[in-house]
């Protein structure tokens, strides 16, 4: 069964400094990782994409990276800002049918 | 560019009511488009995903059906709300082949 599971489910964090989201994946065959950014209220918005051969990718102060044999990937959060308080997604997408596998979401909070 | 509308953006409606969610695509042509419901505390959930005008693919059995009248319109619809269908609804759209999902603004719906 292809599965997306994120940790931690949530977590608190002062504004300036830096926090890393985890996503491990069962989904096979694997064709590509996204890391998404929710604002509450509001639809997931694209941060990073990578395939099989890529093993990193920055999008400003997000860096995500992928290990796809270990089947996991992080989101490095650099020099929090209070609007980077939202729920990030890690979304799976399986090779030849265009099915996506979605987590459940990392809550960050940012306070000042 | 394109963008991607979604109408009402909250609602309240009773048990056993109808309903009628939109979601129109700007600026592209033969979109795939996608219904997902986001339950508080859960993943995404596709509910149903259209390839073409009146071509409807539905993934979880329920009481919610879809329509796509025109190329760029999407309906979710029920004749019968229960209330285990309150949730956050989002429509999202590919290019035709093309995997990047772009997600609409989504619609809050709450069954009393």
Aim: some cysteine.
């Amino acid at each position: 069964k292809n599965q997306v599971e994120q940790s931690p489910q949530s977590l608190i964090i002062l504004e300036g400094k830096n926090c890393t989201l985890q996503c491990n994946y069962t989904v096979s065959p694997f064709s590509n990782l996204r890391w998404y950014k929710q604002d509450t209220g509001r639809g997931p918005v694209s941060l990073t994409i990578m395939t099989f051969s890529e093993n990193t990718k920055s999008n400003g102060r997000y860096t995500a990276t992928l290990d796809a044999d270990t089947k996991q990937s992080s989101l490095h959060i650099t020099a929090s800002q209070l609007s980077d308080s939202a729920s990030y997604i890690c979304v799976v997408s399986v090779y030849g049918n265009n099915r996506l596998a979605f987590g459940k979401g990392n809550q960050v909070v940012v306070i000042p | 560019s394109q963008t991607i509308h979604q109408w009402p953006a909250t609602l309240v409606q009773p048990v056993g009511s109808p309903l009628s969610l939109e979601c129109t695509v700007e600026g592209t042509s033969n979109p795939n488009l996608y219904w997902y419901r986001q339950a508080a505390g859960r993943g995404l959930q596709l509910l149903f995903y259209s390839v073409g005008i009146g071509q409807i693919s539905s993934e979880v059995p329920q009481n919610l059906s879809a329509s796509r009248p025109q190329d760029r319109q999407f309906i979710l619809s029920s004749k019968k709300l229960l209330l285990s269908d309150s949730g956050f609804y989002l429509c999202a759209w590919t290019h035709p082949g093309g995997e990047e999902q772009y997600f609409g603004p989504g619609t809050r719906l709450t069954v009393t």
